[in-house]
């Protein structure tokens, strides 16, 4: 019986770990930095937040697709290219870039502290 608590408890610590460890070809990035890839055209910005959220608040250069619309719209998107996702806090994008990687983006960048972080 206590062997089987350890595996347990282990697989539940490697569970947690794994949650809150960054995806492979994600990378955190602070505003500053968004700010220096602005002038590049090979980098596509996506805006996560909802229309409402968007429309109060946004930065020119980012579309607003929102997260729940994501899957359905990825066909609008150039996987060749760089990709940076925002929404107001960094965990929707988080989500965001998740999805993105899973179907098949290589680099994508999420805002830390999203547009809460925007100076």
């Known amino acids: 019986m206590e062997i089987l608590q350890w595996v347990l408890i282990t697989l539940l610590a490697l569970i947690i770990i794994r949650r809150f460890l960054p995806v ?3 990378t955190n990035i602070s505003v ?3 700010k220096e890839k602005f002038s590049d055209k090979g980098v596509q910005f996506i805006d996560v937040r909802t229309p409402r959220e968007y429309k109060a608040n946004h930065r020119p250069q980012f579309i607003n697709i929102p997260l729940s619309e994501l899957p359905r719209k990825l066909n609008k998107l150039d996987k060749n290219k760089e990709i940076v996702v925002i929404c107001q806090s960094g965990m929707r994008s988080a989500k965001a870039a998740k999805i993105l990687k899973k ?3 290589q680099k994508i960048y999420n ?3 999203g547009m809460s ?3």
Do not use: D, R
């Open 24 to 26: 492979k070809g994600i």
């Open 32 to 34: 500053e930095q968004v």
């Open 103 to 105: 179907q098949g983006f």
């Open 111 to 113: 805002v830390k502290g």
């Open 117 to 119: 972080a925007w100076h």
